[in-house]
């Protein structure tokens, strides 16, 4: 494992980055395009095949051994293919056949960025040397993935850990994914600073109304944007405190923009934890600031494809049964 | 695997039931004591140790080659300790070390009670051939456990799959385990009737004021009683619903008392379960009664034993990273 370089692929509605990364997590090529995401699948298409050639033209390329993409998702890893939401010319897209063409038949792990995420802050980052961890981002959007039992836990389809889409609040606001109080409905940036301009935030003279102008706001003692952050910790602490139940995780990673709110974020988030993380098997649960920067997405697709068989199933070696 | 025997122990509040456990899910020797749970610790392993004596008495305990205890919870296989919440005189109990004793070093598996019903269903009931599933019993209490990547997941201490203390309702009524929402506060059998009597329902001249005579007002029509049961189906489809938007489950199955409603609950859970499971990879999520009777308990005790190696830990094979 690792001693081989593996091709890493990021994939988002932004960029779309692209580099050989070592045994070690070191990226050391890189390339990137903007990624043309108003444009139709071909065009986007060549966005990747342009990262994927500029890579090839290194001298350690033929070093390369296996691919692994983390992309925006939804992502269908048993299927190969994906469906960014912000990437509308893609649909049920087989990246996966695309990208194995341009390889030479190198083995090509999918899985969806929360699984990326997860990956690098499992191999090198917060989450290191713990068994059972649940990763999280929190921005735009909130994701996340999952180890189990030491191993990458991506599910069949490459998109488990999506615990931004569970409810936290049965009868809360509609999200946009078609339920009803998600966690991200409540905890992402975006719905931080509705709830504080809704209950009568003011922003300060340079007019920012972003989650970051918010946390300033909590900083500063504003009561309003203190309780915008603390509706966004219980959200949070009910999610975690959910996953922990379900399948038993000793720590809780986060990162992503509003996380680097802070204590402002994490003080109240652990406050509430103690709320709903209440069975005797899940209240030494700790949560923590992720460690990985902007380089995760790559980082994580590497680990991704080292940790996993092509295909996105984890390993199992148990008898079959008589 | 299931080649030999294995000794199965259900520890419940009320019984203690063992059995020596075929390779086909057979019991071929039963033995089961009423459960001293007003008595002191040292009173309630008598119990268990005559049951084990009873079965070692049988001509066929000399091929058992595995013990498989499943118990009411708390447990903690990672310690061998089990702290059920209807035994007072046992917590943080050495169970396993206790049996192990008795047993004359037969590897010793201990799960909770969810977590052995889970591992019966996969084997030979309604979650048979399923990689991804969540078991579940809705009757006094809420309980569950889950199978991922085709191998039970007990988690480390055995209690994964405890869905019935998430919250799904981040500001609702405290629960009894000291959390807020909880699926069980809202779908339990008592909760259920205790909703009905509050809103109005009235109970027949027999005086039945159980989850069951709520179900049989339900089927006649009642519309009190048909809105209790139409709220536990809500929760209940959320907490499925985070199930399968977390580690991605297939098929959920249900058992237990409330489950024995039929159609009275399953009807509203699966239309509520379209509110809630709404991205693309659990749209196809099914949800079905369970299928194996009371002796779900030994005969999941008796899979568990052979599906882990003993201590409860799943068994992974991933090369250590270099």
Known sequence: MHTDLVVALDIGGTKIAGALVDGHGRLLVRAQRPTPAREDGATVLRAVTSVLDELARSGRWAAASAVGIGSAGPVDASRGTISPVNIPGWRDFPLVEHVRERVGGLPVTLVGDGVAMTAAEHWLGAARGRDNALCMVVSTGVGGGLVLGGQLHPGPTGNAGHIGHISVDLDGDPCPCGGRGCVERIASGPNIARRALRDGWLPGPDGDVTAAAVAAGARAGDP???????????????????????????????????????????????????????????????????????????????????????????????????
């Open 224 to 322: 309003i944007a203190l309780a915008s952050f603390e509706r966004a910790a219980r959200a949070l602490a009910a999610g975690i405190a959910a996953t922990a139940t379900l399948v038993e995780i000793e720590i809780a990673v986060i990162g992503g923009g509003v996380a680097s709110a802070g204590d402002v974020l994490f003080d109240p988030l652990r406050r509430a934890l103690r709320d709903y993380a209440t069975l005797s098997f899940v209240r030494e649960l700790v949560v923590v600031p992720a460690r990985m920067g902007t380089d995760a997405g790559l980082v994580g697709a590497a680990a991704a494809a080292s940790d996993l068989p092509a295909g996105g199933h984890s390993l199992s070696c148990v008898p079959p049964r008589s």
